[in-house]
Each structure stands twice: as structure tokens, then as C-alpha cells.
């Protein structure tokens, strides 16, 4: 039996899980997996990157999404095409790889079709995670029939891969927990409701002119007539074109979020990472938890557009992050080694000379999200009353989607005739928790008068984040008009509790203790750690960083302590010398990786680009299609190049075509979309079956 050779023993955040111990067999080699794991996952913790070769020229496919959406995991398991992300590992599975198409049987049995089930009720809810949850508590407490149907084997969504704490207020989004405790909290109170059923494993896969909607409940069919529809499918990940980008190893933040954070599975090696929003600076942090070497952050604008605190955790720790940066390529045999960057200009474009080359096995793609909204257009196209709630209505933080749900919960309420109030407040904390980042700001750090002990509050930037003023016992945190925004500041007495320490989301705030000292020489810092057991101990001499990565000097850590105010962040006493104790926010850790130099892009190697995964189409063939007919509707592609029309229906690549056609038929150029398919998602025949299969 071959072992283990990339699961995640031990972590800061997550607890020790369960030893695998359910066999299985991977092309008639012997493995094992956890209970309930998902193949993908049993696989890539035996380090096999690689789970099938593409029909159309036999190219090795991996993972990209993870969560269903594309089809780049396909595999036989026991015979069956099924994809690896959501198929959950069976005792004694024979799992083999998808080497071209499947084969039919020799001779197809009699199939018979039974009569559908169907279902009403008040309110279909479709996604279980944070806004859905959210609308559901609200419908539920009013005594509405609601069925929540979603497509994983539990309830929570995203949040069950966040393992961060959430910024925003605690009074309106349980600011300062971490989103894993968020949604079984929410998936708990659900639970306890009375009227809200919950069927998981079970995507809602269309929506009809008779107003129903076509559910998989656990591999079979069924129909549900609704009186409204809620959709809260959240978002998917934009997908990136360059050559190498399908690539096993190439994939997107969800996955590795749902690898490393769901499953403690070490997804990487050496790392880099593409883009430098919120998703991409968090997935750094993760990843060193994880134990995974971050090679850097590459992000094609002059300034990443996430919030400053990530950033600049991420810069003290080490982790170079270059900005003005794009992913030329990725090389390797049959999976990532090596990963080309430069430097752009104003228009985006690569300059030459400026080509580093990192070797990297991983390149993590974190460009933005798009709505998961085809459910909603077509029972919108069909007259059914559907609303949607959290990213599937607007892209924002997860705090944003849980209001979001709440308020669309409400608003159900109303329209269903109940008297029920939304208070006007509700939808300016919303605006709020869904806006850009605010100014920058300089943080004061001046020593209060009169004291030895005091957090130093480095808020800089105008987020919607506030959990330190609700904590401090001697309410000595205060922002100066009360708006969840505007930046805290420190006067009064201090404790030295360090609840605000502990708390703050964006581990910007530290704790100092001149007193530590009788001669005045050194200070005592304390600093928020969720580093790995192993990196520090008490002793060891470190290099000291500022709020923005910049260099400090030395210290020595005195001790690494539990606290009972925050689950799972612990704190890191330091002695450093005096005059620099109000400028440390935290430890240097790792050194930049080494650049080699890299080569140009050659056109060639633009038009052998993968746009479509599914199909294995080029940009040089959709480029080259385009100028040849000068057509505008994607659709004719689809019928020339079958763009779009592999597995996932055209979710990853519709985006970079449009791309494509506004470059080559200019930006203000109309082009027909394509047509949507009537089921959302692949249904298996078999679903339709009137018994056993």
C-alpha cells in the first residue's frame, strides 16, 4: 500500500483529523482515504496530481475548481465517469483514470422511467451557505415552509473552508470569529427550525415554464414547485488564459481553500499565487499555516485591491508581493515546475526584459469571482418570482452575503403578507460591508501619556471592521463618530487583558508593556500568532518587522500562550529593545524566493493557449475563426470550435471569449451570448430511473 505522502498533520487553527483508514484503489495501485473524502482530495494526498488524459490530444488534466463547476477531475470510480471534487470516497472504490472518452456497455438494458417525485413549498432556497442560512433563519422564525437545497454533503458554503476571522461588526456579522464556527453556528440554528428542511447533496439543476425546478436529491430527480425562489449560489472563480494554464497544478483559490482548510491536504509545495485581492492575500496566510512555501504574490495592478491589513501581514512575514506583475507561463511534464513573470505597462501588456522566472509546482489563480446565476435568468426568463442573495447578487465579503440573506428573508416575509420591519439601517450596514476599501490613512502611534501599558492599533485603511471597540472592558477603544469605518484609537486605562489584541481580524493591533523591564532597556510586545508549532520557541532569537514588512531589528521571544478570550489564536510575548517596541507588528520569517532570468513571450505561444478546458480550444483558433468570418455571436463559435460546449457548459471560458471578441471587434462591439442550457449542471440518466439502477 503506498503512503501518505501530503496530509496535513498537525495545524494552528484546525483540529487533528481522523486517520485514513478506508481503502481503495487508484489504476490497481492500493490507497486510502478518510471517511467521507472526496476523491480528488484522497488523491492529491498521495501526491497524484494528474487524474486523467483529455480525449482530444492527451493532455494530463488535474484540478482547477474543486467544487464541481468545470470537469477537469473527471475519473471512472467503479466503473462510472463521476468528477473527483464531489465524489465522496467508497470502501473498496476502483478509481481509474479517464484516458479519452468512456466506453459504452456492449449492450444497453431496458431503462424504466417512472413517474417523477415532486415537492411544493413556500420558499426554495438554493445554497446553504452564508446568505442562504441567513434567509432561512429569518423565513423559519416567521413560520414559513423553506427547503434549502444544496449540492455538498454539508451545510455552511464557503465558509467552511475559512479558517480566518471575519471582519465587520459582532453585533451584525459575528466579527473576530472564525467563518468554519460561523456557519455550523448558522447551520446549527437552522437545524432547530421547525420548518426549514434541508436536502444536501441534492443540486438544483433547472428551472421550467411550469414553475418548477429540477432537483438531483442524492442521485435522484425530483420536481419542486415553489412559490418563490431564492437563489444564494454564491460565485466562481474567474479563470486566467496564458500558456500552461491547464496545467496539472494550476488551479484556483477555492480549490486550494477546500484542500488545505476542508480537507488538511498539503495542495502545494512552492507556491505562487496570482492576484492580490482578498482572496489571493488570505490564501498566502493559509498556505503557511499549511506548511507550503509562498513564493510571492503577483498582481497586474500598480496596488492589490484587498484590504491593507492582509497585505501587509503577508509582507511581514517575508512574502514578496509584486504589483505591475503578470503570469507570462507555466512549463513542466504533465504538471507545473516552472512559472515565468514580468513586469507590465499601463495597457497591461508584458515588457520585455523584465522576465523572472520562479520554480514554482503550484499557481494558485485568484483573479475575482463571477455570480453562479444561471438558475436565476432562467426562472426569471420564465416568470417565476426568484430573487437573489449574497455573491450570487453582488460579489462581497462573507460578512456582506449573511446581511444580504437576512434583509432577502425579510423582504419574502413582507411580500408573502407578513408584517415584518427592515430596518433602514440594515441596508446601510449592507452598503457598507459591500464597498471598496476606503483612504489610507497614517496610524498614529504616538505613546499615550501616563502609561506603560497600551495597545498600538495600526488601522490604517477605512474597512468596515470594529470588534476591538466592543471588547475592551474599559471601553478605551473608540472610533471617533461611532461609524464601522472610521479608524479605532486608543485613550484611557489598558488592562493588559489583550482581548483586543486577540480579537482584531486583521491582527493589526499589538500590546506593550514597558513595565517588562526595570532599566528601561527593553519592552515587552504581545503579538497575535497562528503560526505552525515549530517555527518559533521561547528563546529564539528573531528579526522583528514593522506593519508594512519593514525591517526593525531584533528580538527574542519570551513565550507562546493559550488565550481564553479568542478559540485558537495565541499570543507571542517578545522582548525587544525599548525604542523599538512601539514599531514592532510582527516577525520576519522567510526570505524572498531566488528569480531566474525567463524569456519572452513568443505569439506562438499565446495562440496555443487553452481558452476552453473542456474542449481543448486555442486562442490562435478562436482568434483566428473570428478575423476569418467576422462574426459576432458566440454561438457560431460553439458550432465551428465547440467552444463552451464541454461539461461545464461554457462556465469557465465564456468570459475569456468575450475577451477575445472585445479585442478583436473592438470594446464597444455587441456580441450574442451564447445559449444557456436548460439543465444548469450534468444529470446523470440514471437519475431519471423509477428504481434501481
Partial sequence: MMTEEQRIRTHPILPRPEEACVPFTFNGKAFVARAGEMISSALFAHGVRAFNRHHADGAPQG??????????????????????????????????????????????????????????????????????????????????????????????????????????????????????????????????????????????????????????????????????????????????????????????????????????????????IVGGGNVGLIAVYHAIQAGIEVLGVVEALPVCGGYKVHLDKVRRLGVPVWTSHTVLRAEGRGKVEKVTV????????????????????????????????????????????????????????????????????????????????????????????????????????????????????????????????????????????????????????CLRCTKCVVICPGLAITLVDRGYDPSGETALVFLPWEMPAGIVWPGKEVETAGFEGEGIGRGKVIAIRETQWQNRRKLLLLEVPANDVDKVAGLRLFDQARLGKGSPLEPSEDDSTIVCRCERVTRGQIVKYIRGTGIRDFNALKAALRVGMGPCGGKTCTEMVMRIFRQELGKDAVIAPHVERPFVQEVPMGAFLAGEE
Avoid at 190 to 208: I, M, Q, T
Avoid at 431 to 443: N, S
Wanted: glycine share 12%; charged share 25%; net charge negative.
Fill in 342 to 493: 514580468a513586469q507590465v505597462d499601463s495597457s497591461f501588456g508584458p515588457i520585455k526584459g523584465t522576465e523572472c522566472t520562479l520554480e514554482a509546482d503550484t499557481v494558485l489563480i485568484a483573479v475575482g469571482l463571477s455570480p453562479v446565476s444561471e438558475l436565476q435568468r432562467a426562472a426569471k426568463e420564465f416568470g417565476i418570482d426568484v430573487r437573489s442573495a449574497g455573491d450570487a447578487d453582488t460579489i462581497a465579503e462573507a460578512s456582506a452575503a449573511m446581511f444580504s440573506g437576512r434583509i432577502a428573508g425579510r423582504e419574502l416575509l413582507r411580500d408573502m403578507g407578513f408584517d415584518v420591519d427592515i430596518p433602514r439601517e440594515w441596508r446601510d450596514t449592507l452598503d457598507v460591508l459591500r464597498a471598496k476599501p476606503g483612504p489610507t490613512h497614517e496610524p498614529k502611534l504616538a505613546r499615550p501619556e501616563g502609561t506603560d501599558v497600551y495597545p498600538v492599533i495600526r488601522c490604517a485603511q477605512e474597512i468596515p471592521c470594529n470588534p476591538c471597540t466592543a471588547v475592551c472592558p474599559k471601553n478605551s477603544i473608540k472610533t471617533s463618530d461611532g461609524r464601522m469605518t472610521s479608524l479605532p484609537g486608543f485613550s484611557g486605562e
Fill in 63 to 272: 484540478i482547477f475548481c474543486a467544487n464541481g463547476q468545470c470537469a477537469q477531475c473527471l475519473v471512472l470510480a467503479d466503473g462510472r465517469p463521476v468528477k473527483a471534487c464531489i465524489t465522496p470516497i467508497e470502501e473498496g472504490m476502483d478509481v481509474r483514470s479517464l484516458n479519452g472518452l468512456p466506453e459504452l456497455p456492449a449492450e444497453d438494458a431496458p431503462m424504466a422511467f417512472g413517474r417523477l417525485r415532486e415537492r411544493e413549498t413556500d420558499v426554495l432556497i438554493v445554497g446553504g451557505g452564508p446568505a442562504g442560512l441567513s434567509a432561512a433563519l429569518e423565513l423559519g422564525r416567521g413560520g414559513v415552509r423553506c427547503l434549502i437545497v444544496d449540492d455538498k454533503q454539508a451545510l455552511g458554503g464557503k465558509l467552511s473552508l475559512q479558517t480566518h476571522s471575519f471582519f465587520g461588526s459582532i453585533r451584525d456579522c459575528y466579527a473576530g470569529m472564525r467563518g468554519m464556527d460561523i456557519g455550523t453556528l448558522l447551520a446549527d440554528e437552522v437545524r432547530k427550525l421547525g420548518d426549514v428542511e434541508v436536502w444536501l447533496d441534492s443540486p438544483a439543476v433547472g428551472a421550467f415554464s411550469d414553475g418548477k425546478v429540477g432537483v438531483v436529491r442524492q442521485g435522484r430527480y425530483v420536481l419542486v414547485r415553489p412559490r418563490h425562489i431564492l437563489v444564494t449560489t454564491g460565485a466562481r472563480e474567474k479563470a486566467l488564459a496564458f500558456p500552461g494554464c491547464d496545467l496539472p497544478g494550476v488551479y484556483g483559490g477555492g480549490a486550494f481553500q477546500t484542500l488545505v482548510n476542508r480537507d488538511l491536504v498539503r495542495a502545494a509545495g512552492r507556491l505562487l
